[in-house]
Structure formats: C-alpha cells, structure tokens
C-alpha cells in the first residue's frame, strides 16, 4: 500500500504562484515516476507534468514555461512550482506515483486525494 498526500493548494490572484507538494509512504522500493493531473468539474482529468527517477520532465504545453516539477528521491517527494498562475489553471490537482513495493517487488500506482487550486480576483 503506498499512500499519497498532497499539500500547498489554494486560492491566489491571476499572475500570482502557488507551490504543490506531495509525499508518498509505504513499503516503497523505488518510485520509477511521479507526476501532476489536474481535473475542472465535468471534464477529463489531464496530466499536467510528470518526472521519471531519472529527472526528466515533461509538461502540458498548456503549463510550459509556467510550471516546474522537480522530485526529492530521498523524501519520496514531489513538487510543482506554479507561476504566472491563470484562471484557467482552476482545478483539482492531484498527485500520481507509481513503481514496485513490498518483497515481492509488486508494481504499483497510486492516486493521492487531490487539492484544490483557485486562481481568481
């Protein structure tokens, strides 16, 4: 069981940053990648940015230049560094992990509960 908790959310102006945090736990054994999907009520559920163990990242174009995701392999721990924050980044967003655990080195994927993240005046 791998459990994931997300942190940093809120309400911020247009133009405005906000720093999305999420901690995994478990009887991990590595994480092999970690990443960020937001969801807006009635629409599908988009993946925002992602890091492989290795530290390659990848965006949304929709994010790029905006967003920064980066990952503490040590603490099980990823960021998302949001700037030049828009109304239309208003979601839920919610953190992913996935890799093996336990001893018998089972694959997982795991889905933390979601923050919400409003960008109004």
């Known amino acids: 069981q791998v459990q994931l908790v997300e942190s940093g959310g809120g309400l911020v102006q247009p133009g405005g940053s906000l720093r999305l945090s999420c901690a995994a736990s478990?009887?991990?054994?590595?994480?092999?990648?970690m990443g960020w999907y937001r969801q807006i009520p009635g629409k599908q559920r988009e993946l925002v940015a992602f890091?492989?163990?290795?530290?390659?990242?990848n965006y949304a174009d929709s994010v790029k230049g905006r967003f920064t995701i980066s990952r503490d392999s040590a603490k099980n721990t990823v960021y998302l560094q949001m700037n030049s924050l828009k109304p239309e980044d208003t979601a839920v967003y919610s953190c992913?992990?996935?890799?093996?655990?336990?001893?018998?080195?089972?694959?997982?994927?795991?889905w933390g509960p979601g923050t919400q993240v409003t960008v109004s005046s």
């Open positions: 890091i492989t163990s290795g530290g390659t990242a």
């Open positions: 992913n992990a996935e890799g093996r655990v336990g001893s018998d080195r089972r694959t997982f994927r795991s």
């Open positions: 478990g009887s991990i054994l590595y994480i092999s990648a």
